[in-house]
């Protein structure tokens, strides 16, 4: 089973700019399609960004669209969230998986997650 571990979190202005990596573990990390997820106090977890095997399809929940860019890299097991105009209801502890690209559905174990905190 993939193991993932979420790092790049950390306390930024309203309008600033973080990347999160996702490192997985194994070599079944291209066999998946991935995504990102957040959960902000007190709220369910709910579905940030995916991208497919081979990186080819992307797909964005609407309050990150034109903001947010997913990207990743299977030579290095690695996938990234590239994160501008950060808004503080974006706020919340970030989180990897291995998804159901079409259902954007969690299928795999969860890392332990990257504090993003934005100020404003």
């Known amino acids: 089973q993939v193991q993932l571990v979420e790092s790049g979190g950390g306390l930024v202005q309203a309008g600033g700019s973080l990347r999160l990596s996702c490192a997985a573990s194994g070599h079944t990390f291209s066999t998946y399609a991935m995504g990102w997820f957040r959960q902000a106090p007190g709220k369910e977890r709910e579905f940030v960004a995916g991208?497919?095997?081979?990186?080819?399809?992307?797909d964005y929940a609407e309050s990150v669209l034109g903001r947010f860019t997913i990207s990743r890299d299977n030579a290095k097991n690695t996938m990234y969230l590239q994160m501008s105009s950060l808004k503080a209801e974006d706020t919340g502890v970030y989180y990897c998986?291995?998804?159901?690209?079409?259902?954007?559905?969690?299928?795999?174990?969860w890392g332990q997650g990257t504090q993003v905190t934005v100020s404003s």
């Open positions: 998986s291995a998804i159901n690209f079409w259902s954007r559905a969690p299928i795999g174990s």
């Open positions: 991208i497919r095997r081979t990186g080819s399809s992307t």
